[in-house]
């Protein structure tokens, strides 16, 4: 028997892989160019967005406020997406405003580009028809929680959290504040159950050592980048990240800057690694719901 066994260093040899292939033959585009995060934070999935902020920390409390007719809940599950189906992490949710079955359809249509309607009917190619088989064996082994109880209170939310958490939830989103009430009051706040809501989401953070991403609806449209303008005191005091997410073309504005009009302005308030506020741009695919990165 031959004394150059696999153990031998004689005969070592660097193999090609897939990883190191496709780097030669693809555009970069298709590639993964995540960022590379400490450990225990998660990633956004957009690359502009953890550049500044290396991802959502355990116990922080990130405030995205937004605009009616944005597309809040496209962005959530744009993140959703991102964090559950394509980086294996169990998210939790709870929607206020829509049906768990609204949400994970939009996910169906977003990812496929295919009408529900389509899906379920006879007129499907097989092509599509295999589109949609991947991607339902992608949600069957992802972690999506799912809690869509209208006029919930943050007590009843707390401990719905902890199941998410104990069912392995790393993540948490909530839609939104305006729609919670708090059992608690704070007097010398003027929007007394809005202050007490949030100031409870922001201790739930910390005690279940988890990131939770609270959506908030904002009063006026973002136009100046004016850093708190556009926020109560209450809620840039009680966010551990504070974003703003906006659209310029929804206003008019990008056709006056001469800007694309799928761009989309996140501009990031207030994080732990910033002084200033600093903006990270992204794109929107109006017609999939779906934000990407600007490759």
């Not at 690694?273 to 600007?294: F, P």
Request: charged share 20%.
């Amino acid at each position: 028997m031959s004394e150059n066994t696999l153990e031998s260093p004689e005969t070592e040899t660097v193999f090609a892989t897939p990883q190191s292939l496709m780097q030669q033959i693809l555009n970069p585009h298709y590639l993964n160019n995540s960022i590379n995060l400490p450990q225990n934070n998660i990633t956004s999935g957009f690359r502009a967005i953890d550049a500044i902020t290396n991802g959502f920390q355990n116990g922080e409390l990130v405030t995205i406020a937004v605009r009616p007719g944005i597309g809040k809940t496209s962005f959530m599950l744009s993140m959703v997406n991102n964090i559950a189906l394509n980086n294996n992490y169990a998210c939790g949710i709870f929607s206020l405003e829509r049906k768990s079955q609204k949400l994970v359809q939009r996910i169906i249509q977003s990812n496929t580009g295919i009408n529900l309607d389509k899906i379920n009917s006879e007129k499907i190619t097989e092509i599509e028809k295999n589109h949609v088989n991947t991607l339902a064996a992608t949600l069957n082994k992802a972690t999506i929680l799912f809690d869509d109880q209208v006029g919930i209170s943050t007590d009843t939310l707390a401990e719905k959290a902890k199941q998410m958490k104990n069912a392995g939830a790393k993540i948490i989103f909530v839609d939104n504040l305006e729609l919670i009430h708090s059992n608690n009051s704070i007097d010398r706040c003027e929007d007394s159950d809005l202050c007490a809501t949030i100031t409870d989401l922001q201790q739930l953070a910390k005690e279940l050592n988890i990131p939770i991403v609270l959506f908030s609806i904002l009063k006026k449209p973002i136009i100046y980048k004016n850093k708190y303008k556009y926020t109560p005191d209450y809620v840039n005091e009680n966010s551990s990240t504070l974003i703003f997410l906006n659209r310029p073309s929804y206003y008019h504005i990008n056709q006056i800057d001469k800007a694309p009009e799928d761009e989309v302005e996140i501009t990031i308030a207030k994080n732990i690694n910033i002084g200033e506020m600093v903006m990270a741009k992204l794109r929107i695919i109006e017609s999939l719901g779906q934000y990407k990165d600007i490759d």
